[in-house]
């Protein structure tokens, strides 16, 4: 399984692979086999240690003290250098990291990371089932799950099943830079009640009456019995527009 991960990961010609949570090393040593120079970030003292004494004396791997959730990756490779990610992320975890990587100044090329299967499911879903989270990274990435993995793979086994995940990080959002606080604040808004239909959810929490929420629909050509689980991010965006030509001229 760590050498199916490790092999799976695309690094730029010349760049470098910055893992997440190293933990012991498993799949750092999986990574160095496969031919690839590692940053592994690691936020606990003693697994840092640990990870200098094992790996002591290998050229290819820097160890870096971070936690995930709040470090710049970017700033862990240098000026100039391509970087794809790759780890197995703590469930509780995953959502916020995957966030940090995606909106970073400095992004991957992509990331190919363990998570749980339901989360897996949610990144990469198809349309018609799209949660905020679905919506959240597809305007960085595209996501494909790779393959799955049983609890029986791991010592002590965990009660869920986990899944690999492929986010193929793209060389521009969908959603320009000046418009995703915006994009974000009505998408996260209006998934509040993602099983009700658009025109409910949306004027019941982004400020709208009924009769605007049906001009603003109308005008991005969006039927209002949909549901915000069903619109892509280019209906979002669509949205987005009617919704500020709405309110300009309330």
Do not use: C
């Given at each position: ?50 990870l200098r004494q094992r ?29 794809a990610v790759a780890g ?97 604040t009505l998408v996260s ?62």
């Amino acid at each position: 399984m760590l050498s199916d991960i490790a092999h799976a990961v695309h690094v730029p010609e010349g760049g470098v692979v910055v893992e997440i949570g190293a933990g012991t090393g498993q799949l750092t040593a999986a990574l160095l086999d496969a031919g690839h120079p590692v940053v592994a970030l690691e936020i606990e003292d003693r697994l840092v240690l640990h990870l200098r004494q094992r790996f002591r004396g290998e050229p290819r791997l820097r160890v870096v003290q971070a936690d995930a959730r709040d470090a710049d990756m970017g700033e862990a490779v240098p000026p100039g250098v391509g970087f794809a990610v790759a780890g197995n992320l703590p469930y509780f975890a995953a959502n916020p990291i995957i966030r940090r990587l995606l909106e970073a100044r400095r992004k991957p090329t992509e990331a190919v990371v363990m998570v749980q299967r339901e989360v897996a499911r949610e990144l990469a879903a198809k349309a018609g089932g799209f949660s905020l989270l679905t919506v959240s990274v597809q305007v960085y990435a595209e996501a494909s799950i790779l393959f799955d993995v049983p609890p029986e793979a791991f010592d002590p086994p965990p009660s869920v099943w986990s899944s690999v995940v492929r986010l193929a990080v793209r060389d521009e959002p969908l959603v320009p830079a000046g418009d995703i606080e915006e994009f974000f604040t009505l998408v996260s808004k209006t998934f509040r009640n993602p099983r009700k239909q658009i025109h409910n959810a949306l004027a019941r929490e982004t400020g709208l009456r009924a009769d605007q929420a049906d001009e603003a629909l109308r005008l991005a050509g969006i039927d209002p019995i949909r549901r915000a689980e069903t619109l892509s991010v280019a209906e979002w965006l669509g949205l987005l527009a009617a919704w500020r030509a709405v309110r300009a001229g309330d």
